[in-house]
């Protein structure tokens, strides 16, 4: 008990301080919206960050990929985590399409007309300009996040085939990442105070029911999580040819696992003891899991499906699906894992991308914070499902 307590611990304290919020404005009302700038000193403190954290951890992450591995292995690997993100995202796109999670009389007008989304667009003129800027200052602003994200890429590669160089880059940027990360956990103290100042005021403005908007969106995530796990990954099992009572049997250590960390980096051992034992080969459960302890979540890719929506049914926003399968994939796939808040930059990037006021940040926190759970535990299982979907394609030889 002190152990689940413990991993959760952040996760309490930032629901502590969502009903803390929710306290005051229920007994101070329109009076509660005067502590919104408490809410919009943390939005300010988690932004001047962002820059350098998304640029060191994507870096860092391509630079230490083993140059080593098998070509075949990385492709398959690549292809399956593809393949299983896009069912993650069409999933959870269907599940919020079909039943609206924000109360109509809590949506809001979004006063800067900038925020909306051109008529007429010049297609090839905006994808050049979100992918790359004309001077590197630009780099060094929320504004400029996908261009950030490529050159990030292309100095990990760099740093990757920089043979005699790269374990000393490598190294400080490791010591670069370690101190934002202090810094970070440095801003994150102030989180409880930040949020409970920005839910008051919400719940001043908005009135109560936004807080059970909230709570229908956690029942709502964990059912569909159950289902999308039930379906999917019995029929991965299937496909690879075990069993569906032998997968789910010898899974049970990794969802315990999953929900009790609340870190699928965490269930790693777990996950592997798990392969093991049904069947898949080391050498392909121990590059998968690696892998996709970073670049494959599917909970993470549904949940980011359900904050652009709750996001677009709490400001009236018309998305188009193409546009949040595309910023669900980045804002996730792109993005290696920081445990703050359940990933303050693939929240950063939603709102980046998609146009909606930098006020919305914590919103996504608190949507991240309650289902966080559920979500890892899609994470820990989508690597044990993707391995048994490699080592199968390995074995067929059919990529």
Not at 121 to 132: A, G, I, R, W
Request: hydrophobic share 50%; net charge positive.
């Amino acid at each position: 008990m002190k152990k689940v307590l413990k991993n959760y611990k952040s996760s309490l304290i930032l629901l502590a301080s969502m009903l803390i919020g929710l306290i005051i404005g229920l007994i101070f009302k329109e009076k509660a919206m005067g502590l919104y700038p408490l809410g919009t000193l943390f939005i300010n403190l988690l932004s001047t960050i962002i820059v350098p954290l998304i640029f060191v951890t994507i870096s860092l992450s391509i630079a230490k990929v083993e140059s080593k591995t098998v070509y075949k292995l990385l492709k398959t690997i690549i292809v399956v985590f593809i393949i299983m993100s896009l069912i993650a995202v069409l999933f959870g796109i269907f599940s919020t399409k079909a039943y609206r999670f924000v109360s109509k009389n809590n949506t809001i007008t979004l006063s800067n007309s900038s925020e909306v989304i051109d008529n007429n667009p010049n297609y090839l003129e905006k994808t050049v300009n979100m992918l790359s800027v004309n001077d590197f200052n630009m780099l060094l602003t929320k504004d400029n996040m996908i261009a950030l994200i490529v050159i990030s890429i292309i100095v990990g590669v760099a740093i990757n085939k920089s043979k005699t160089h790269s374990k000393e880059i490598i190294k400080l940027l490791e010591n670069i990442e370690f101190v934002t990360m202090e810094v970070l956990n440095i801003i994150m103290y102030y989180a409880p105070i930040g949020i409970a100042a920005f839910f008051a005021s919400m719940v001043g403005s908005l009135g109560v029911q936004i807080a059970a908007d909230y709570l229908k969106v956690f029942i709502y995530y964990t059912v569909i999580a159950i289902l999308f796990a039930g379906i999917v990954y019995s029929i991965i099992a299937k496909i690879s040819g075990k069993s569906i009572k032998a997968f789910w049997k010898e899974s049970l250590p990794v969802i315990l696992c999953s929900l009790s960390t609340c870190s699928s980096a965490s269930c790693l051992p777990v996950n592997m003891a798990t392969t093991d034992k049904l069947g898949v080969k080391s050498e392909v459960s121990k590059t998968t899991i690696s892998l996709g302890t970073s670049f494959h979540k599917d909970g993470s890719v549904i949940d980011s499906v359900f904050k652009i929506m709750f996001l677009v049914y709490l400001f009236n926003s018309n998305i188009s699906i193409l546009q949040i399968i595309i910023v669900s994939l980045i804002a996730t796939l792109l993005i290696s894992a920081v445990p703050v808040g359940g990933g303050t930059i693939s929240e950063m990037i939603i709102i980046t991308l998609l146009g909606f006021p930098i006020a919305a940040l914590p919103i996504l926190t608190i949507i991240a914070t309650i289902t966080d759970a559920p979500a890892t535990m899609l994470n820990a299982l989508g690597d044990t499902s993707a391995s048994l979907l490699v080592d199968s394609l390995m074995k067929k030889d059919t990529i």
